[in-house]
């Protein structure tokens, strides 16, 4: 099922944030239009869901035997995944707003997935909204369940905004300031329900503005809505807040007074979330620090099984990245690693940022892409791996491209692609 026959095509608006910006404030604030639905609690559908699955799943080669995880053409990953979702929240329309056009699913934590939202729901709105880190980690703490340390709420907003800025986003996303949203509702209202192409009348704004009134969901210690709560802090937790997150809080345009009259001005800091792997090499780490004490035959074994599998996952990387998103496979080479690209009877090497350049334009512009792989055989060594994968076009016609990859730790030393024409 493609887009263009999802029930939920140009429907789903997700919004995301560190937990205590004001979410859920603005969710219900949205919801009192007509024509939203509010997906009645945190889902988790992303972060916990469909996040922890596409780590089981590689879209590298079929015959990659990494523990834990299986191939899958990415395309039949994101329709089986958006195929889910829709059956999901189509199933909470029809039993509560049929006629709802928009649908908000609101869950914090995925401000850690906005790029697995935007593969899945490339036709939603992404709505990210940001707030004071200072009384963000305050009500953080205020919270039974939240952190216990000013450090860890501090850690956990700085890394949740980082995240979400700094994902690759769908074209309809957006992000605003909660303090700007709470200073003058009946402007900022009506101008997100815009827009979410969504119109609003006289009255649907005044229900709008009269449930973004209603205190819910409030610090306990400090019930009131409102902005500055983090004077409260003492000097101690307001340095140990800065001393972690409080250059991302500056740049993001908060100051001693607030939120400065102009917050646009200072960009995203450069950021890219941990790839969903990172678990897997985690893992391997560590089983790597155990297998340290005692150099016996059966202890270099182990290690040397260790670096193979670690090997396979960057392969595994590599491969997803060459199909997916080309320009990754620069990010994965070490500096003046050697590139062959032979096409054909022409062969070509080279070292340095103009190999990678044509490296990654080659891959950009190969037609196995728009392919389905029928055949994915890899030959694993340390620390060379070597796979030979055979596509089928969209024409019927079969090509076969063999990649050939020296591995140096997490990075990639040395690759060779090879296209042949006819599988």
Request: aromatic share 6%; proline share 5%; with cysteine.
């Amino acid at each position: 099922m493609g887009i263009e026959d999802s029930p939920l095509r140009d429907t789903m608006v997700f919004l995301v944030g560190a937990r205590r910006s004001g979410t859920n404030w603005l969710q219900r604030a949205l919801a009192a239009h007509p024509e939203v639905l509010a997906i009645p609690s945190e889902t988790y559908v992303f972060s916990d869901g469909l996040r922890p699955l596409s780590e089981r799943v590689q879209h590298g080669a079929v015959g990659l035997r990494r523990t834990g995880a299986v191939f899958m053409e990415r395309e039949d990953f994101l329709e089986a995944s958006r195929e889910f979702c829709d059956r999901l929240f189509a199933g909470v329309r029809e039993r509560s707003n049929p006629s709802a056009r928009r649908i908000i699913e609101r869950t914090p934590w995925h401000a850690y997935c906005v790029e697995l939202i935007a593969d899945v729901y490339p036709d939603s709105w992404v709505l990210h909204i940001v707030r004071d880190g200072r009384d963000v980690a305050r009500s953080l703490l205020a919270q039974e369940w939240g952190p216990k340390t000013m450090r860890e709420a501090a850690e956990e907003w700085r890394g949740s905004v980082e995240a979400a800025r700094g994902a690759r986003k769908p074209a309809r996303f957006r992000e605003v300031r909660y303090e700007q949203l709470l200073a003058d509702p009946p402007a900022a209202l009506p101008d997100l329900a815009h827009w979410l192409g969504l119109d609003a009348d006289r009255a649907t704004i005044e229900q709008m503005l009269a449930e973004a009134g209603i205190r819910f969901n409030v610090d306990p210690s400090e019930r009131g809505v409102r902005t500055g709560k983090w004077r409260a802090l003492t000097s101690a937790q307001l340095a140990e807040f800065e001393d972690v997150a409080g250059s991302l809080n500056a740049a993001l345009g908060y100051d001693e007074e607030g939120l400065s009259d102009d917050p646009a001005a200072a960009g995203p800091r450069p950021h890219r979330p941990a790839h969903p792997g990172g678990r897997a090499r985690k893992r391997l780490g560590e089983a790597r620090r155990k297998l340290r004490a005692g150099r016996t035959t059966r202890t270099f074994e182990r290690e040397a099984l260790n670096r193979l599998e670690a090997g396979e996952f960057v392969f595994e990387r590599l491969l997803e990245a060459m199909r997916v998103e080309p320009e990754r496979v620069a990010e994965m080479l070490v500096e003046q690693a050697e590139v062959r690209i032979v096409n054909g009877d022409a062969g070509w090497s080279g070292r340095g940022a103009p190999a990678v350049e044509r490296l990654v334009a080659t891959l950009r512009d190969d037609p196995a892409r728009s392919g389905r792989q029928l055949r994915g055989d890899v030959h694993h060594g340390i620390p060379t791996v070597t796979a030979v994968l055979t596509y089928e076009l969209p024409d019927g016609t079969r090509v076969k491209r063999i990649v050939v990859a020296r591995i140096r730790g997490q990075r990639v030393a040395g690759i060779a692609v090879y296209l042949v024409t006819g599988g």
